[in-house]
């Protein structure tokens, strides 16, 4: 991975907090940088993405691109950030087309042709092309979590406009199988390199030793680590935290781990 040290920050936290799920936590991103947030059910992954996303609000404050979240209305946030929660199906029938054009909604004067080969670019990569003239309510649960996915990225591709910065996911790689998990790290590798920040929720640790360049660890509410993978991703803390024996390997020059 590169070193994104230098980069813009893209994002500050300080003290955010949600009653008891989310005790106070401060962190900051950069421009491209990869941020997992790991731990068991219920820890608090996805009360942080929340409150990241200014949907809800606890305490604290988010700074993003320099400007309070809090300050910034609904279209604003739209125009910045993009956010991907657990579970969210609209509960009328539309077309994926259609679908994934509201996700450009906010973005301005975006070229109608310009968002059509936007759309079928990520649908190539996610592997849905063929889903395109489908019904959302038609789709299985992998292939409309890749269309969700699919509109997330649209909302801050890079090639429709500049102002995206941040990308936040919680639990991205639910329903998908295994070649299609893949296709999505690929794809979240590809706007890293681009300068947009990802944030997510993630329970697959090896994921999140080779593919994130920092991860927070929460259990009940509690930051109990943070740092970049080989930090903090120890077999003591992940012990701890999981409650469960681990055990590190090492093959071909990776690093994986196994739980019991």
């Known amino acids: 991975m590169t070193d994104k040290t230098g980069q813009e920050e893209i994002l500050r936290v ?7 799920r989310l005790l106070p ?10 941020v997992h947030f790991i731990g068991p059910n219920g820890s608090g992954k996805s009360t942080a993405i929340q409150c990241l996303s200014g949907l809800f609000h606890g305490s604290g404050q988010v700074m993003l691109a320099g400007e309070a979240l809090s300050s910034m209305d609904l279209h604003d946030m739209a125009r910045y950030r993009s956010y991907l ?4 199906k609209p509960g009328f029938a539309v077309g994926v087309y259609q679908y994934l054009r509201l996700a450009v909604s906010a973005i301005p004067d975006a070229e109608a042709e310009r968002v059509h080969q936007a759309i079928l670019e990520i649908c190539r990569r996610l592997s849905i092309e063929d ?9 299985s649960g992998g292939e409309w979590q890749r269309v969700r996915l699919a509109a997330a990225c649209l909302q801050i591709w890079p ?4 102002e995206g910065r941040l990308l936040l996911l ?7 199988d295994i070649g299609q ?3 999505l790290y690929r794809l979240l590798a590809e706007l890293s390199e681009q300068g947009i920040a990802v944030v997510m929720a993630n329970h697959d640790l090896n994921r999140a ?29 992940l012990e701890q935290t999981f409650e469960t024996t681990v055990e590190q390997v090492h093959l071909h020059d990776r690093v994986g781990l196994f739980f019991g």
């Not at 889903?131 to 789709?139: A, E, F």
């Not at 090639?159 to 500049?162: A, I, M, N, R, T």
């Open 14 to 20: 300080d003290n955010i907090a949600f009653d008891t």
């Open 25 to 34: 936590l401060s962190f900051s991103v950069r421009r491209g940088e990869i």
């Open 85 to 88: 929660p657990q579970q969210d």
């Open 131 to 139: 889903k395109l003239s489908r019904h959302i309510q038609q789709l």
């Open 159 to 162: 090639e429709l406009h500049s």
């Open 170 to 176: 919680d639990e991205p790689a639910t329903a998908l």
């Open 181 to 183: 998990e893949a296709a």
């Open 209 to 237: 030793l080779r593919h994130a360049d920092s991860v927070i660890i929460l259990k009940q509410g509690s930051c109990v680590g943070k740092g970049t993978p080989e930090q903090v991703m120890t077999v003591e803390c």
